[in-house]
């Protein structure tokens, strides 16, 4: 492993985070909210701290960058912006500790948006502003914005790309691959402006509105507001916000594709259509349930149910109601929700629908070979046959993915959290989601939960951001062997 | 521009490689999960895993916006369909075809005015039994090609203590060798390519590629204490297609030839071909049947068969009993680097030699030949020096070439001149450039439009 390239493109992405701090300082300047020093000071920082590294691994030119050097680049490269996107929380005492600022700042980057301020209404605008921000280019992927801005990546790219991404059914638009970023940034930030114009245009500030989209598109979660969406209670934004979540669960490159005139494609692709109608199965069935138990109307039932269903399964997080008082069988269907997640190639994280579509064919296929013990079957999605090392890939992924999220929360409540707080904590933190059950659910924040607890949950958080294999495949002692 | 290879084999694959690199949008289709899985792992290009013949996948890959369809599979009638059916599809994307078998030699040209229009139709062998054929005529000559219509040879030569040029400086040649001075374009020294300047001093034991005109090869040539000696006898081990096309030009030439060839079948089709060649059926790696067959008195040995570790093998082999030289055919491209410390200096490469024809075809218009040298390390390129580019109408000192580059010669009607700093390239006149892989694509912006023309 040649690590001046590691520490030249790592030195470059922190470069890059000092530079985007400008835009919560252009905010802090705006409203004059006091924390100007705490930003610029953070940005001298992440500038200092990136050219250091940057000069001191300068290299000759890129030419190839192999796998293990791509997933070390990423999975320290989101380590290291991690940190430095900590800074203006911490300068700016927003947060009692250090360990806490980076909670928070992986939080945001992971687009998880598990809080630990207690009170967010009295943090200031900017680094309420800022915490959104990231969010937004945590979303879509630092590295792949970087490979749509900065071209000199491209070289190496595609291995950045496949461990920053590494989706189980890999399609680039383009042949090229700064190409693709392009695209998937453009269409992003257009639905992005769609969702701001929506939201004021049903009466939000333009601070608000800006803020939301930034943490909705993303699938993170943050709010402006202690009630997070409750806040506003109106219909209006409720069915906005759902709207939204669900285009932000839906594979990227489907909207590209609608964009370009294929109206019914989100029918078309079979991983959408299952999408779709699980949003809609499932808010039907918490709807019934909760009508009469808890909502004396159908149509609020059905509100509440579907904003939180939409919420939780694209793993966004945001709340209107709270989950914890309803009856048992919502309550276990949202905790399964926090395990599927939303589509491959869309910004959301769990275990992806893709897999689960796999998985299940999957287990179909093994059902018939046994009745047809000679019959010749194969997985396919979307008419598409799956390749085996894909098939045995998504495999590994599901098995390794309880696996930790047994393992985690077993040693979360070793350091005295209760049992149900700690399954709800670690899956809402693996899968990227944000509120969880216990003492973390969606009125609750994670401020109380152990020092050592906070960095297992953070590192749960990239763990699910980076789809596992990119972050645990730094534990492997083979990894750092020559 | 967009280009679709069909075809992700060794050739597919360093063709996609070298375009990508070059920024060009590459989509490679082929009907291997694992062919194309290496593709896209490793390069910035789009894959495809189906049949390229098939016209719903060439739509698929988005052939009405192609500039161009290379199809390089293994199999000509796979090749001639994806072209059929690109020719139909979107007749104006240009196309080229991978053909090896001898029987379409005559249509080649054949292919372009009636369909399926194939623009290019490269057969490597025919271009690598060339290259065995000019080997062959210099024993001591390691790579060489031709460039200006075969006006002009690049030779590359190894230097060794007899030669008086040997720790000589680069700018003391003119001064000692006047007119017959050999145009060094690169050195490899230790494996590594160097571009010598003025202040270089060459060195015994360095590969020196150098370029010269036809009638002065003989006295080039003498500089390196080497000859040119008439070929009498040549062995070829494998008879497959090149080594039977290699024996029939070698016929012509009434060299005394001998083909080794382990298939019986085969043995009985090639002898009823030959007229005067001498068939033998036995295994190229026997060393009693080379012994019988008097392989020390062979001036060349040409190993051609299927398997490059029994060419690697057969040409130590005939080395060690007294052949004059060896040529040994290899398609792997991480043995060619090998080579020469295992002490074969004489390698082709069908391959390589296609991947350069193709190149070459890619980037028509502006450049009139290439030719890659040292595996794929660096190309030898011919161009014309158009009236917009910005290498016309100044002094040559004050265009600032890439990094990696030399312009080696300038061609004004039938003169060669060697270019100092002052030479000033006219518009029309030929160019020959030295390139490293790396600055290509800069260079093929150079030669087309001055930059103030965007």
């Not at chain 2, 991978?98 to 030699?105: Q, V």
Request: glycine letters at 8%; a neutral charge; one cysteine or more.
């Amino acid at each position: 492993m040649r690590w001046q390239y590691v520490g030249n493109i790592i030195g470059i992405l922190v470069i890059f985070i000092g530079v985007v701090m400008l835009v919560p300082l252009a905010c802090s300047l705006f409203y004059d909210d006091g924390s100007q020093m705490a930003i610029v000071l953070s940005m001298g920082c992440a500038v200092c701290a990136g050219l250091f590294l940057f000069l001191v691994s300068r290299r000759s030119g890129i030419e190839y960058i192999s796998p293990r050097e791509g997933i070390a680049i990423v999975a320290l490269g989101w380590t290291a912006i991690g940190f430095f996107g900590a800074l203006p929380f911490y300068f700016g005492d927003a947060v009692p500790c250090f360990t806490d600022a980076m909670f928070e700042s992986v939080s945001g980057f992971t687009t998880t948006g598990s809080s630990v301020f207690t009170n967010i209404e009295g943090v200031s605008k900017s680094l309420l502003f800022w915490r959104s921000f990231i969010q937004w280019l945590g979303g879509m992927g630092i590295i792949v914005l970087s490979l749509a801005i900065l071209p000199f990546l491209g070289v190496g790219g595609m291995q950045l790309f496949k461990a920053e991404v590494p989706s189980p059914v890999p399609d680039k638009l383009t042949p090229r691959l700064s190409d693709s970023a392009k695209i998937l940034w453009y269409v992003y930030a257009l639905i992005s402006l769609l969702q701001v114009l929506f939201l004021m245009g049903g009466g939000m500030g333009l601070y608000d509105a800006l803020c939301h989209a930034f943490t909705t598109m993303p699938t993170g979660g943050f709010s402006t507001r202690n009630a997070s969406v409750a806040h506003f209670d109106s219909a209006y934004f409720d069915f906005v916000f759902v709207l939204f979540m669900v285009l932000a669960g839906i594979n990227f490159s489907l909207h590209y594709q609608l964009l370009r005139g294929r109206t019914l494609i989100f029918w078309r692709d079979s991983e959408c259509r299952f999408f779709l109608l699980m949003c809609l199965g499932l808010t039907v069935v918490v709807t019934l349930d909760l009508y009469g138990n808890v909502y004396g109307s159908l149509g609020s039932a059905f509100r509440y149910a579907s904003f939180q269903i939409v919420s939780i399964v694209t793993t966004t997080g945001y709340a209107t109601a709270d989950y914890e008082l309803w009856p048992g069988l919502s309550q276990l269907i949202i905790f399964i929700c926090m395990f599927i997640g939303a589509s491959a190639g869309s910004t959301g994280g769990g275990m992806k629908c893709a897999r689960l579509m796999v998985c299940f064919k999957y287990c179909y296929r093994e059902l018939f070979t046994l009745i047809h013990p000679r019959s010749v079957a194969q997985v396919k999605i979307n008419d598409a046959v799956v390749p085996d090392h894909v098939l045995k890939s998504i495999m590994g992924f599901l098995g390794l993915y309880l696996l930790l999220f047994a393992v985690c929360s077993a040693i979360l409540s070793a350091m005295g959290v209760d049992m149900l707080t700690s399954l709800g904590a670690v899956a809402s933190c693996i899968g990227n989601i944000g509120p969880g059950f216990g003492t973390v659910g969606p009125v609750d924040n994670f401020a109380h939960i152990p020092m050592l607890g906070k960095w297992l949950l953070l590192w749960c958080m990239l763990l699910g951001r980076l789809e596992i294999y990119t972050m645990i495949i730094l534990l492997v002692p083979e990894f750092w062997k020559k | 521009m967009k280009i679709i290879i069909v075809g992700a084999g060794e050739v597919g694959y360093h063709i996609a490689s070298r375009l990508a690199f070059e920024n060009k949008d590459v989509v490679v289709i082929d009907k291997s999960v694992d062919a194309i899985r290496r593709v896209t792992e490793n390069l910035d290009v789009q894959g495809i895993t189906a049949s390229g013949s098939s016209p719903e996948i060439l739509e698929k890959a988005g052939i009405r916006q192609a500039e161009i369809l290379l199809a390089v599979t293994n199999s000509d009638e796979a090749n001639l369909v994806a072209c059929l059916m690109a020719d139909m599809l979107s007749p104006a994307t240009r196309t080229l075809a991978r053909i090896r078998n001898a029987h379409y030699d005559q249509y080649h040209g054949a292919f372009k005015t009636a369909p399926p229009h194939i623009n290019t139709v490269i057969n490597p062998e025919i271009e690598v039994v060339k290259t065995i054929y000019r080997l062959m005529k210099i024993p001591a000559a390691v790579d060489m090609g031709e460039l200006v219509e075969g006006r002009v040879k690049f030779v590359g030569l190894r230097l060794d203590e007899r030669s008086p040029m040997a720790g000589v400086r680069l700018k003391d040649f003119a001064s000692m060798f006047g007119q017959t001075r050999p145009l060094i374009a690169a050195v490899v020294r230790r494996q590594e390519l160097i571009i010598p300047r003025g202040e270089h001093r060459l060195e015994v034991g360095d590969l020196v590629y150098f370029i010269c005109e036809n009638d002065r090869l003989k006295e080039t040539v003498a500089l390196f204490d080497k000859t040119i000696i008439p070929l009498r006898r040549v062995m070829i081990v494998g008879g497959g297609r090149i080594g039977e096309r290699l024996a029939k030009c070698l016929e012509a030439e009434c060299i005394h030839t001998k083909i080794i060839e382990s298939d019986l079948e085969r043995c009985q089709a090639l002898s009823e071909a030959m007229a005067k060649t001498v068939v033998l059926h036995g295994d190229g790696s026997d060393q009693n049947l080379l012994l019988e067959e008097n392989v020390g008195d062979v001036d060349v040995l040409v190993a051609l068969t299927n398997d490059e570790e029994t060419n690697i093998l057969v040409s130590l082999l005939a080395k060690n009993l007294g052949a004059g030289t060896t040529i040994t055919k290899v398609s792997k491209f991480s043995y060619i680097p090998l080579m020469s410390t295992i002490g074969l200096q004489k390698v082709v490469s069908p391959r390589l030699s296609a991947i350069s024809s193709i190149l070459h075809d890619v980037r028509k218009g502006k450049i009139l030949s290439a030719i890659s040298v040292l595996g794929e390390e660096a190309e030898m390129i011919e161009a014309i020096a158009l009236e917009t580019s910005a290498i016309t109408g100044r002094p040559l000192k004050k265009i600032s070439f890439p990094k990696g580059a030399i312009l080696v010669s300038i061609i004004r009607e039938d003169t060669i001149m060697i270019p100092s700093g002052n030479s000033v390239v006219e518009p029309g006149d030929r160019i020959i450039i030295f390139a490293r892989r790396q600055v290509v694509h800069k260079l093929e912006k150079m030669l087309t439009v001055k930059l103030e023309f965007f």
